[in-house]
């Protein structure tokens, strides 16, 4: 009817005939009209041909597909509750240049996978590499039923208007849930990741997964993942779930039961599509970063074995090996010390009854002869023993005349200077007895003299002496607490983010014994290092003992103590005790996480304790002119400032190398002009000058041999050495930096000792049994520590994947390593050395101080 009425009125006016289309009943019949034309022509548009087909498992399907048909394939299998089956989706595509990739999707009960074929990984710089051929496993969620029967089906669909060919094939994976103790082999790519599933069984409560490869190359990550959906199995997000580490022939993770609340995990293999993480070359660099590169075979054939690890009984045993071997240097030391109290307690006694001893017995316990004098013969240095305090007599006396100075002590003798300066009230500052005018020119005669004694190096008061060498211990005291403090909280932070992120390259472990407790992830890595706590306390409890012991002597007068032997000050022994438990401190926090960043950590004490050993072995000999605490720990903190840079710069950076190597050698030459000349040399602006004269009278003009012969030739040999490393570290440049520093250290304190024997033997002295056992078996320990500590279990000098390649099993009580068994042979080798420091000069204890020669 409005269609009649709108005919009608056609020749009606135009306003009209456009009043009748605006009615209400017309603009609906329009709008339907339009709305079905329009669905309609979408429908003849989007029309797909959707093809399901009932699939079995191990049958390979060739089809093509287009952007006009969709095929399903619908599989079921049956899955039970105490038997877990792998499901494998392999699929191959063979047209080359298709304008839009295949996109496979896999809808199961409970996750959906879905990927494209060619699937495009990238790697580093955006590299993009298409891999045409993929195999991905399906992921199996646990059922609650004794038995089930499960769908999935496989949609394969693309945009491509022209026809793609490609190839479907599920099959079951068999052993997909791992044995324990049972090697299983397999094949991975970078598009053919593997992962299978492995349950704690009744009783295991940690386990070692260990995976391996004969090549190195392609680089591979290992991952350990929850059973849940969906497993990140692909190079670029393997690592977002659980712990993960990068390998070429070794891999290893310990995992425990109480991590996972299934008591289940997966263990996925993943090949990257570059070699770059792993220490490998990279691949010819695209000048477009979009360009596809040719991925090539990166197929890796690799074995997974899955062991129990260690139960609680072997960590418990593994502390108390741990304590044992240090706790029975305690009771060692306690018997050495009851026996020495009972020989000195005997010796007392003949000291109170003399009479029933004949007056030779009586003259040689005492240590002197029948006129009170000390026998020089068996400590003498030939006749430099009769120059010595000739000379030193002479000298006073010569001091004296020379600067008309009318001072009586210059006429005394020696004895009577220490003496009175032992009873001197005066004030203790350190350079009281220096800022006296005529101490400087008696300075430049007695040091200059051929022959020095003890005694001409030991005249100022010994109080002042002590108060020097006790800033030592309190310096080194205070540079432990503020060095500690942050180190241990980085290492927390360190040790944190590590089990956070699962990221196992950040810490170069010895994965194949590394023995987690709590948080720590190797904690037999940080209970080895107990030792050097425990013998750096019994080393203090020592020191502090003869420390009482002579003190005691001074107050009683004891002539011994007043004016024989080596003067005794303890200091620099307090700070080398103190330096041998921060290194234990510190070694354990570098072993929390080792890796190149701070490594220092377990360098810096060793530095410290080489540089205080050198010094006290100078100090033995020459208490008067050793370095002052301040000057020492300024040296010692200038190595471990170089030793940063060298860890951050000196990586193949030449210009680095350069400039050490020239400081190095200006350093061994300036150390070596103020030992010859014992102090009376000075670095101001006329050096150069005096330098020349030198040169100029000595070996131009009259060609006089050196003046002290030992000392030269310490020396030459010294600049020898070390001239010889600073030339292998320009040539060599080698990586470890912090190593190279220690081994300069080590050699300059070795090449010292040995002179220091030779030149006491030499001497005339002697070496009493406690000191030369103490040397003979620090020797032995040192040489077996450093055998294992050159086997080299691990390095940071590499990438964490060639570093796992040097891993090793433990092998002491299936709980310690042979880097462990270096941390327990090289504290006591230092403990040794302390010890050998401490004794070595015990027979001159009854020798008067004229009589022992300077070397």
């Known amino acids: 009817m409005v269609l009649r009425s709108c005919w009608k009125s056609r020749h009606k006016s135009r306003s009209g005939a456009a009043d009748c289309l605006l009615r209400p009943g017309w603009t609906v019949l329009l709008w339907l009209c339009v709305t079905l034309v329009a669905c309609a022509s979408g429908v003849v548009g989007e029309t797909k041909n959707v093809v399901q087909k009932d699939a079995e498992f191990d049958v390979t399907y060739n089809d093509t597909v287009t952007s006009e048909n969709q095929t399903i394939y ?21 047209s080359q240049g298709s304008e839009s990739p295949i996109l496979f999707v896999v809808r199961q009960k409970q996750a959906v996978l879905s990927f494209q074929v060619p699937l495009i990984l990238r790697g580093l710089y955006q590299r993009k590499y298409p891999y045409n051929h993929l195999g991905r496993t399906l992921c199996q969620p646990p059922t609650r039923a004794a038995s089930e029967t499960q769908y999935f089906f496989v949609d394969v669909s693309t945009l491509s208007s022209q026809g793609t060919n490609y190839q479907l094939r599920v099959s079951r994976v ?11 082999s397999f094949t991975a790519s970078p598009s053919q990741p593997q992962y299978f599933k492995y349950d704690f069984p009744d009783g295991v409560d940690t386990v070692i997964v260990k995976v391996s490869s004969d090549t190195n190359f392609p680089c591979s990550v290992m991952s350990i993942q929850d059973i849940q959906c969906p497993v990140y199995d692909l190079d670029n997000n393997v690592a977002f779930i659980g712990m993960y580490q990068t390998m070429t022939k070794k891999g290893a993770i310990t995992v425990q039961r109480k991590d996972f609340p299934s008591y289940s995990f997966y263990v996925v293999v993943v090949v990257k599509t570059e070699d770059e993480a792993c220490g490998g070359p990279l691949p010819y660099y695209p000048l477009r970063p979009d360009e596809l590169t040719d991925a090539g075979n990166r197929s890796k054939v690799l074995d997974v074995v899955v062991s129990p690890a260690i139960n609680s009984e072997v960590y418990v045993m593994g502390m108390l090996f741990c304590l044992g071997i240090f706790l029975s240097f305690y009771l060692l030391t306690l018997l050495v010390a009851c026996l020495e109290n009972k020989r000195m307690g005997k010796r007392r006694e003949l000291f109170q009854n003399p009479a029933d001893m004949s007056p030779a017995e009586t003259a040689s316990l005492l240590g002197k002869n029948g006129d009170g004098k000390t026998p020089a013969s068996p400590y003498e240095y030939g006749s430099f023993a009769d120059n010595c305090s000739t000379l030193s007599s002479e000298a006073i006396t010569d001091s004296a005349t020379s600067t008309d100075n009318n001072y009586g002590y210059m006429e005394r003798t020696l004895d009577s200077v220490g003496r009175s300066r032992q009873e001197s009230l005066s004030s203790v500052e350190e350079d009281d007895y220096d800022t006296l005018d005529d101490i400087d020119s008696d300075k430049n005669i007695v040091r200059t003299k051929k022959f020095l004694c003890v005694s001409d190096l030991a005249r100022k008061d010994k109080r002042i002496l002590s108060k020097k060498y006790q800033i030592y211990f309190w310096n080194i005291a205070t540079i432990a607490v503020f060095y500690a403090l942050p180190v241990i909280q980085l290492v927390i932070t360190y040790q944190t983010v590590v089990n956070v992120t699962g990221n196992q390259d950040i810490c170069y472990y010895n994965f194949l014994c590394a023995h987690p407790l709590g948080a720590l992830s190797a904690f037999n890595n940080i209970l080895s290092n107990l030792g050097y706590v425990m013998l750096g306390l019994l080393f203090l409890l020592i020191v502090l003992k003869r420390d009482i012991v002579h003190n005691r002597a001074l107050v009683r007068n004891d002539v011994n103590a007043l004016e024989c032997g080596i003067p005794k000050h303890f200091g620099l022994f307090y700070a080398m005790g103190t330096a041998l438990m921060m290194e234990g401190l510190l070694s354990a926090c570098y072993h929390v996480c080792p890796n190149y960043t701070n490594f220092q950590f377990d360098t810096s004490f060793m530095y410290m304790i080489a540089g205080l050993c050198m010094l006290k072995l100078y100090q033995k000999r020459h208490p008067d002119i050793n370095a002052s605490a301040y000057t020492a720990y300024a040296c010692l903190a200038a190595v471990i400032f170089f030793s940063v840079l060298g860890v951050v710069f000196g990586k193949g950076n030449m210009v680095f190398w350069i400039v050490f190597s020239v400081i190095h050698i200006l350093a061994t030459l300036l150390l070596s002009t103020q030992l010859y000349y014992m102090g009376r040399w000075r670095l101001d602006s006329g050096v150069l000058r005096r330098i020349v004269y030198v040169i100029y009278t000595d070996c131009i003009r009259q060609c006089s041999g050196p003046m002290y012969i030992d000392r030269m030739v310490l020396l030459v040999m010294g600049n020898i050495v070390n001239w010889s490393l600073a030339a292998y570290g320009l040539i060599k440049t080698p990586n470890d930096f912090a190593s190279y520093l220690l081994a300069i250290a080590i ?30 078996f620090t020797a032995v320990v040192w040489g077996f520590a450093l055998y294992f500590f050159f086997q080299g279990l691990s390095t940071w000098q590499k990438t964490p994947a060639e570093s796992r390649e040097h891993n090793r099993d433990c092998i002491l009580l299936s709980f310690f390593d042979d880097h462990d068994i270096w941390h327990f042979l090289s504290s006591i080798a230092m403990f040794g050395s302390f010890l050998v420091l401490l004794t070595m000069d015990d027979d001159l204890d009854t020798v008067q101080r004229d009589k022992i020669f300077v070397f």
Do not use: P
């Open 74 to 94: 619908a599989f079921n299998h049956t899955v039970s509750r105490n038997k877990t089956e792998g499901v494998r989706v392999s699929v191959d595509v063979s």
């Open 747 to 776: 050699c300059n304190l070795l090449l010292y000792f040995a002179f220091y024997i030779i030149m006491k033997l030499r001497s005339g002295e002697r070496i009493q049994c406690l000191a030369l056992v103490c040397i003979l």
């Open 174 to 184: 068999e052993s997909f849930t791992l044995q324990t103790d049972k090697k299983f």
